[in-house]
T-cell receptor, first 110, second 114 residues
Framework: GIQVEQSPPDLILQEGANSTLRCNFSDSVNNLQWFHQNPWGQLINLFY???GTKQNGRLSATTVATERYSLLYISSSQTTDSGVYFC????????????FGSGTRLSIRP | DSGVTQTPKHLITATGQRVTLRCSPR?????VYWYQQSLDQGLQFLIQ???????AKGNILERFSAQQFPDLHSELNLSSLELGDSALYFC?????????????FGPGTRLTVL
């Protein structure tokens, strides 16, 4: 089945820093989402981005479907950005299923 | 708030018992998905229902079952519980058709099996 790899697995930054999180997938997908799981366990939708680029405030995401990767950019990090960031994909071969990556754990120090 | 509700928030039970987790999707969403998040397995897709019909299965154990009712709420039944079933169980809903698209997650039910 499709493999979804996220990097880096862990990231520790000072408040105000910028970061780039990467999601690689091994097969063609028909959708891709980025989520933030906060320290209380809640999964928050960030982007639904099967292709192209989107921006929402300090966050933006780019998916290059032909090259099978997506990037999540976080600028001017705040402590509330801490948590785990997941990407999740739905492969063309099994379009009803969602496969999550193992996540990037981001810690923002004040 | 995603609009997806799950009850209960926490559940503590013993091995061998059976529990039922409940999910109400966002208004108008026909698809409901169930996921299990455990420390060693990460976030795993369990099962999807679309408008009352089972649509896709993931890594769901035979001891687990689910259904979606005519009012579109869904229940996940876990039986013969084992210690390893302790996890966070999420429900998600999505609009549009039966194929996976943008999903909105509920707050989860934390199950502890003692």
């Amino acid at each position: 089945g499709i493999q979804v790899e996220q990097s880096p697995p862990d990231l520790i930054l000072q408040e105000g820093a910028n970061s780039t999180l990467r999601c690689n997938f091994s097969d063609s997908v028909n959708n891709l989402q980025w989520f933030h799981q906060n320290p209380w366990g809640q999964l928050i939708n960030l982007f639904y981005i099967p292709s192209g680029t989107k921006q929402n405030g300090r966050l933006s995401a780019t998916t290059v479907a032909t090259e099978r990767y997506s990037l999540l950019y976080i600028s001017s990090s705040q402590t509330t950005d801490s948590g785990v960031y997941f990407c999740a994909v739905s492969p063309y071969s099994s379009a009803s299923k969602i496969i999550f990556g193992s996540g990037t754990r981001l810690s923002i120090r004040p | 708030d995603s609009g997806v509700t799950q009850t209960p928030k926490h559940l503590i039970t013993a091995t061998g018992q059976r529990v039922t987790l409940r999910c109400s999707p966002r208004s108008g969403d026909l698809s409901v998905y169930w996921y299990q998040q455990s420390l060693d397995q990460g976030l795993q897709f369990l099962i999807q229902y679309y408008n009352g019909e089972e649509r896709a299965k993931g890594n769901i154990l035979e001891r687990f079952s689910a259904q979606q009712f005519p009012d579109l709420h869904s229940e996940l039944n876990l039986s013969s519980l084992e210690l390893g079933d302790s996890a966070l169980y999420f429900c998600a809903s999505s609009p549009l058709g039966p194929l996976a698209n943008e999903q909105f997650f509920g707050p989860g039910t934390r199950l502890t099996v003692l």
